[in-house]
């Protein structure tokens, strides 16, 4: 993962920050800031700053409980992890090893998706029941809520790496008892959502805001790279 910087460590595992965490950090925060000019809201410029990095704050600690909960399902099937690394794609958990049976693949893969979803609906609830304004606590709990509902629908998407290509590959495999075919089967179709995802980013930039469809096609080359390099020789 290149240059990383040690934070700590949750449950005994090394937390990790890379390089590129502080480029995407820094982007995030200077697009809220810019979103909380909103008339609507009348808030002054050191209130819209420190929202916005707040925000980005408890979003990236966010990954890090989807990632926690992959590493600690992964921990109590006997697979070791070497830690978590938070990028500028999201994050990581490094395990020492693949799991030996498919389901124990799905429950590692499936339960990072179902903690950003719970978490979804309970800053969700937490918005609704404080009254839907426009206060700081109630604009960052509406953000954090669509930002993990985001984050845990995406990586549903069936293409490896993400959950749901891990999900795919697990039950190709228990279908199969095939760990390459599963393999090669999931790691195609994640080839194909990062080729789509680059072409939709291609149109967006084209025709809509550049800048969102630059970000969608730079994580659709992301994704793309990763499972091409995971399509076994």
Same mark, same amino acid.
């Given at each position: 993962? $290149?240059?990383? !910087? /040690? =934070? $700590?460590?949750? *449950?005994? =595992?090394?937390?990790?920050? %890379?390089?590129?965490?502080?480029?995407? *950090?820094? #982007?995030?925060?200077? !697009?809220?800031? @810019?979103? *909380?000019? +909103?008339?609507? !809201? %009348?808030?002054?410029?050191?209130?819209?700053?420190?929202?916005?990095? !707040?925000?980005?704050? #408890?979003?990236?600690l966010s990954v890090l409980a989807h990632e926690l909960s992959h590493s600690v399902m992964a921990m109590s099937k006997g697979i070791p992890v070497r830690g978590i690394t938070l990028f500028i794609f999201g994050g990581v958990s490094r395990l020492e090893r693949e799991p030996q049976r498919p389901i124990t693949e799905f429950a590692v893969a499936v339960v990072g998706p179902l903690m950003s979803i719970m978490l979804a609906a309970v800053l969700g609830g937490a918005w609704y029941l404080l009254g839907r304004g426009n206060s700081a606590v109630e604009v960052v709990l509406l953000l954090l809520a669509w930002t993990n509902l985001s984050l845990g629908v995406f990586n549903l998407v069936p293409g490896y790496p993400l +959950? @749901? &290509?891990?999900? #795919? /590959?697990?039950?190709?495999? @228990?279908?199969? &008892?095939? %760990?390459?075919?599963a393999t090669q089967i999931a790691a195609g179709m994640g080839q194909a959502? &990062?080729?789509?995802?680059? #072409? &939709?980013?291609i149109a967006v930039a084209f025709y809509f805001e550049p800048l969102d469809g630059a970000w969608l096609g730079i994580v659709g080359l992301f994704l793309f790279s990763m499972a091409r390099s995971s399509f076994p020789k």
């Open positions: 993962m $290149g240059a990383s !910087l /040690r =934070i $700590g460590r949750v *449950f005994g =595992i090394p937390i990790e920050v %890379h390089v590129s965490w502080v480029f995407v *950090f820094l #982007l995030l925060t200077i !697009l809220l800031a @810019g979103e *909380f000019e +909103d008339a609507r !809201l %009348h808030w002054p410029g050191a209130q819209r700053w420190s929202v916005a990095m !707040l925000t980005v704050v #408890l979003f990236f +959950d @749901g &290509g891990r999900l #795919l /590959r697990a039950g190709i495999w @228990g279908m199969t &008892g095939s %760990h390459r075919r959502v &990062g080729g789509a995802m680059v #072409l &939709g980013g």
